[in-house]
């Protein structure tokens, strides 16, 4: 789209004579509030704290245009330059590879179109992104927000009680909880608090199964809330709620829309990998705002910050069911690879296989590989036929994984896949291949983590078999201890 600027208005033009694409004009004028102006409260709902495309609002061009007129509307710039170079203003993409060009129709140039966020729709130098201007919705809640019944245990206590003291005081907080503390429960206070408070939340996690998870649970404890659960394809995408669930990729759409923003999963954040969930991460919250982290497994930039008091943080260090930790076994088993070429597998990984099976125990066996995986499933089925292996392309993954927790499985063969978010209740975990680069230290807490879950089977084996000892394998190996002993030094575990 084309504009031209007259009176220090912007207005829409289908003339190429003195008009330009929205990214060619140096400011953007903004007309103040005209209080009397009567605006459309649906425009409002869809759009309070989102920034959308004009494809993605059902009105019509002139109506949008009528309330930036009067203020209450405005128009960003979808692609900015920074040093000259192009900056997707929504996904915060400025590597050139990801941009192209295409003959536009709209502005009638070669357009330039960042490609990285194109699947929610094209972003290119003449399209605006609209965002709300206006007053906000008060929401009207009854008197109890909160309707959950449950305990805490004196760990999570802890941790809820700061979590609600940082939400209220627009801080930053990482929750450090060991796998299976039993961490949801940890937010409902503070959510509570925040809502109360007229505050917009977000829960944001990286994956869509922990949504789906995540939404019938939020929705159970805080029933009279409007909670929308946003991930690709969901029916929720334009609902306004004071509460919102939502994969990380979907940040993307709001801007400045939260006053609490949860981040669930994220332990590399805010160092490492993925820039542009940083990026969405920061638009999407209020620059007044809360920021809470929760992971079990900070990566260890982050652990030298917590514990340099650099990064503030507050630990889970046991489980709901106070007792410890399953710590790693260390088993060298040479050189399996090259055992695997010729079909066959370590002897003492065989053995504690074997075991496992003579005494039904379930096992999880992890793989850094999917053919070195799909290679052992033959040779281990000769000692049981109830296996099956999994990755994350498999499309029976959930089935089998149901299989696992029907207990119709005896071994469950799997990649990183399953590294976090699955519960099987009484199992022992083995890796084989320990030493491989793709089990860092945080995916090996996770999976030491599956072992021991549950109250009624608080103990499993968890053993690393390994053709040489990693520094990963040495530090996840050393948190655990870690955590383990601080749960028993502040009570928290059955000694
Ligand atoms: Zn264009
Ligand atoms: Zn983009």
Redesign the pocket.
């Known amino acids: 789209m084309r504009f031209e600027i007259k009176e220090n208005i912007l207005i829409p033009s289908l003339n190429k004579e003195n008009t330009l694409p929205i990214s060619q004009i140096q400011k953007i004028p903004q007309p103040p509030l005209n209080p009397a102006y009567p605006y459309n409260s649906d425009l409002q709902l869809l759009l309070t704290g989102k920034q959308l495309l004009l494809d993605d609002i059902p009105l019509p061009l002139n109506e949008i245009q009528s309330h930036y007129e009067n203020g209450y509307v405005t128009y960003r710039k979808g692609i900015n330059t920074s040093n000259k170079m192009p900056v997707?203003?929504?996904?915060?993409?400025k590597d050139p590879q990801?941009f192209g060009t295409f003959p536009c129709a709209r502005c009638g140039e070669n357009c330039l179109y960042?490609?990285?966020?194109?699947m929610m729709g094209r972003?290119s130098a003449c399209t605006p992104l609209i965002v709300w201007n206006g007053p906000t919705q008060e929401h009207a809640f009854t008197k109890h927000i909160l309707e959950w019944n449950g305990q805490l245990s004196d760990g999570q206590q802890a941790a809820s009680s700061r979590v609600t003291e940082a939400i209220q005081q627009n801080q930053e907080l990482l929750v450090w909880a060991v796998c299976g503390a039993g961490k949801t429960e940890v937010l409902f206070a503070g959510v509570e608090a925040a809502l109360a408070a007229q505050k917009r939340v977000c829960i944001s996690t990286p994956r869509t199964d922990v949504v789906l998870e995540l939404t019938p649970r939020l929705k159970a404890a805080f029933p009279n809330i409007t909670v929308a659960s946003l991930y690709g394809g969901s029916e929720d995408r334009h609902l306004y709620a004071p509460l919102t669930i939502a994969t990380t990729h979907q940040l993307?759409r709001f801007y400045h829309a939260f006053d609490t923003l949860i981040l669930d999963e994220v332990d590399a954040f805010p160092y490492t990998v993925d820039e542009s969930l940083q990026y969405a991460a920061t638009q999407a919250r209020k620059p007044e705002s809360s920021m809470i982290y929760l992971t079990a497994t900070p990566n260890p930039k982050w652990q030298r910050e917590c514990r340099t008091g650099k990064s503030d943080f507050v630990t889970i260090p046991a489980r709901f069911h106070r007792h410890p930790l399953p710590v790693p076994d260390f088993q060298w088993c040479g050189n399996w690879q090259k055992q695997l070429k010729k079909d066959s597998l370590p002897t003492n990984f065989l053995k504690w296989i074997r075991l496992r099976i003579q005494q039904q125990k379930q096992v999880l066996i992890f793989f850094p590989h999917i053919p070195l995986m799909e290679k052992a499933l033959p040779i281990l089925r000769k000692y049981t036929p109830y296996l099956k292996a999994v990755h994350a392309e498999d499309p029976d993954r959930k089935e089998k994984v149901q299989k696992m927790r029907n207990k119709e499985l005896a071994l469950l063969l799997t990649t990183t896949i399953l590294e976090r978010g699955v519960t099987f209740p009484n199992i022992d975990v083995a890796v084989l291949g320990a030493e491989d680069d793709i089990f860092s230290e945080s995916a090996l807490v996770q999976i030491a983590g599956r072992a021991g879950r549950s109250r009624d089977y608080p103990n499993g084996a968890v053993t690393f078999f390994h053709y040489g000892k990693t520094e990963a394998m040495t530090m996840a190996r050393k948190q655990i201890i870690t955590m383990n002993r601080e749960g028993v030094k502040r009570g928290l575990i059955h000694s």
Do not use: A, F, H
Not at 88 to 93: A, D, P
């Open positions: 997707c203003v929504r996904c915060g993409n990801w960042c490609r990285k966020c194109l972003i993307l």
